[in-house]
């Protein structure tokens, strides 16, 4: 319920924040969400989900608003409030400017906590390990399979000096921190990790990073997060995050959530990780033996190199396009299946095995002393091939899982690389295409409210598109669609008059790059956007010599550094060119003289190019439904309205933006996306 307590606290907040804030401006849409949020997370809708979607233009004030509203409705719930946004870029912001504001502004004291996954942290026990002297290469760890290899003095060396200055305070453990990270490789030797994490029984348990930072959490009434944390998080089981049922979750750039949940139940494992697994898992129960002094067990090596030998021999003759062969709708062939399966027995048997073998060290280790770093060495390999088999475990179940006729089918496809040795690596991928019900059962039927909102959430004027993909149903939340503060009547939105169709590539490069001679200013600031990345290169190479001010091409130095090259020149007053991709249609936020001219080169409609975009207009198509209209084309009025807001971020700023794309005025469904447009002067040459 909104009682009058916590509309005085919202109150206070915002006349607060009014005086606080630098320039602020007053906003009706903020006002008007910051209500309707309040509304929806209190239960004013009885007959709706404390779930609500906000679609928030540019200009807004979207952070303060979910903040000043939330803030008071979790602290009187008691709930934990949780932010996660899509990029890192975001949570800076939010965490460095945006909480440190309200921290001013609230009407209520609360504490704050960035959240990281455990990878990010140093297990201090392993560092430790493996940087005392002798520490590795006891002689029973000649085979240490925590080492691909055993590491060099350079490898020590970094080791070595990232312990000591963690305990001398000098680095947090965390791998952020680091001016000069380790490699991956050796980083992932030394990370926490939950299948090798001993928690309170280890001896490090006080002083460990991961620990410390969870407290830190726990005591926290405010978490910021990203949304691959919060997936991942809430899939393994809740290792960072509080229980679902005790959050209210922000979703911040929430037009991202779909694909970030599709890549998060997306599985895979390749023949040479397997056969190393197993080798792996053997060797692990062969030093469990010696210590323990048991009789060997069987050996799944052989069976596992024949089974994977026998599958390669039928996959390896499979019809690869660019080294990837995609499975119909109907599921993975019978043979393959057959093959597939039999290798999930051979894995299934092995880790029983190691699960008993495993039982057996834990035992042991319970009643009899053992010295440290060898117990802490065999821990850690344990705790790899528990992950290691499990993971395969859970890819051979999914692969060889039938096609259920009254659900969306699983995506199953195979990719091939080639290693050092040039031997062909083959992986079995598998994923889902719909993701829609497990985000409702994770999330939106558990949590004890949501806020999804974007600049962009709607598409073709519809939250349609959001739903399907993220598994709400539109009559059991609340939706809002805000005005943008902007005015955007002043804004022309061109459609060039130009003859090819983007459909016809060449002539369509070339008619752009004659146009864009004939429209850049060479004294003002223009961002072109291109669908893809060799028709923009085509016509860097087509008018560089021709255009009289700085070009910057994406690829050719880093976003960061183009972007600060482009507003040095600016500052100078001369002009400057950036030709960039989807990665500059999105976050980029040029204010002022800093852009006056965006140019779209042609709608981005997204060709079905990945195994699951493909295996998702195959079933549609196979129920009779249109893909084009249903995911394509919503899919790129979003994209479009995206490329658009490049240009005004603020009240003062002007501009135009023109697109080469002919299809707008030719095709019928040009209409809908003017129509979904902000409220621009079109302008049809």
């Not at 350079?154 to 947090?172: F, G, H, K, P």
């Amino acid at each position: 319920m909104l009682t009058s307590s916590i509309k005085t606290q919202i109150r206070s907040s915002f006349e607060e924040a009014k005086k606080q804030l630098p320039n602020y401006t007053n906003r009706s849409s903020q006002n008007k969400m910051i209500a309707e949020i309040a509304k929806t997370l209190t239960g004013e809708y009885p007959e709706s989900n404390p779930i609500i979607c906000v679609e928030a233009p540019t200009g807004t004030g979207k952070t303060m608003a979910y903040l000043v509203s939330c803030l008071p409705i979790a602290k009187a719930s008691k709930k934990k409030l949780v932010i996660a946004s899509a990029n890192v870029a975001l949570q800076e912001q939010i965490l460095n400017k945006d909480i440190v504001d309200a921290k001013k502004y609230c009407s209520i004291d609360f504490e704050f906590a960035l959240a990281k996954g455990r990878s990010r942290y140093v297990c201090i026990r392993n560092l430790i390990n493996l940087t005392e002297e002798n520490s590795n290469s006891p002689a029973i760890f000649e085979d240490a399979l925590l080492w691909d290899e055993k590491p060099s003095q350079n490898d020590l060396d970094v080791l070595t000096e990232m312990s000591e200055n963690y305990s001398a305070t000098r680095w947090s453990g965390e791998i952020d921190d680091l001016i000069s990270p380790p490699t991956s490789s050796l980083w992932q030797k030394i990370a926490c990790n939950r299948f090798t994490c001993n928690a309170k029984n280890c001896e490090f348990y006080d002083d460990c990073a991961f620990f410390k930072a969870r407290k830190k959490i726990s005591q926290a009434e405010v978490i910021i997060a990203n949304h691959d944390l919060v997936l991942a998080d809430i899939i393994n089981g809740n290792n960072v995050l509080p229980d679902v049922e005790d959050c209210i979750f922000i979703f911040d750039e929430a037009h991202h959530l779909s694909q970030k949940a599709l890549s998060h139940f997306s599985i895979n494992a390749s023949t040479e990780f397997m056969k190393t697994s197993i080798r792996q898992c053997q060797g692990a129960i062969d030093q469990i033996n010696k210590i323990i002094k048991n009789d060997s067990t069987e050996n799944y090596i052989e069976k596992v190199d024949e089974s994977i030998d026998e599958l390669i021999e039928v996959i390896s003759d499979l019809e690869y396009s660019d080294d990837l062969y995609l499975f119909s709708i109907s599921g993975v062939s019978s043979e393959i299946k057959n093959l597939s399966k039999n290798i999930l027995n051979i894995f299934t048997n092995a880790f029983n095995n190691f699960s008993k073998q495993k039982e057996s060290w834990e035992d042991f280790c319970k009643s009899n002393k053992i010295e440290q770093s060898i117990a802490d060495n065999l821990n850690n390999i344990v705790g790899q091939n528990n992950q290691n088999l499990s993971s395969i475990l859970s890819l051979l179940n999914t692969f060889n899982e039938n096609q259920l006729p009254d659900q969306p089918p699983i995506s199953n496809w195979i990719s091939k690389s080639t290693l050092a040795n040039k031997k062909t690596n083959y992986h079995l991928n598998t994923a889902k295409i719909d993701v829609s019900n497990l985000l409702d059962k994770l999330i939106w039927s558990r949590a004890d409210g949501a806020v999804l909102t974007s600049a962009t959430l709607t598409a073709l004027g519809s939250f349609d598109r959001l739903n399907n993909q993220l598994g709400l149903n539109a009559k059991d939340n609340q939706y809002l669609r805000l005005a943008s503060p902007f005015n955007h009547k002043e804004v022309d939105f061109v459609i060039a008059k130009v003859k090819a169709s983007p459909t016809d590539t060449f002539e369509h490069t070339q008619e752009i790059a004659l146009e864009l001679i004939k429209r850049v200013d060479s004294n003002s600031a223009t961002l072109v956007l291109f669908a893809s990345n060799h028709q923009m290169q085509a016509v860097a190479d087509l008018i560089e010599k021709s255009i009289d001010c700085q070009l910057l091409l994406q690829g050719e130095y880093s976003k960061k550094n183009i972007l600060e090259r482009h507003i040095e020149t600016r500052s100078k007053g001369k002009g400057s060119v950036i030709f960039g991709l989807d990665s500059f249609a999105e976050g980029v936020d040029l204010k002022g003289d800093n852009l006056n001219h965006v140019i779209i080169a042609k709608l981005r409609f997204n060709v079905p190019s990945s195994p699951i975009e493909k295996t998702t207009q195959s079933y549609l198509e196979s129920l009779n439904r249109n893909s084009f209209m249903e995911i394509s084309l919503p899919d790129a009025s979003l994209r479009l309205i995206q490329a658009c807001g490049r240009l005004i971020r603020t009240e003062t700023d002007t501009g135009k933006i023109t697109i080469f794309d002919n299809r707008l005025v030719s095709k019928f469904y040009g209409k809908h996306l003017i129509k979904a447009l902000p409220d621009f002067n079109i302008v049809i040459e």
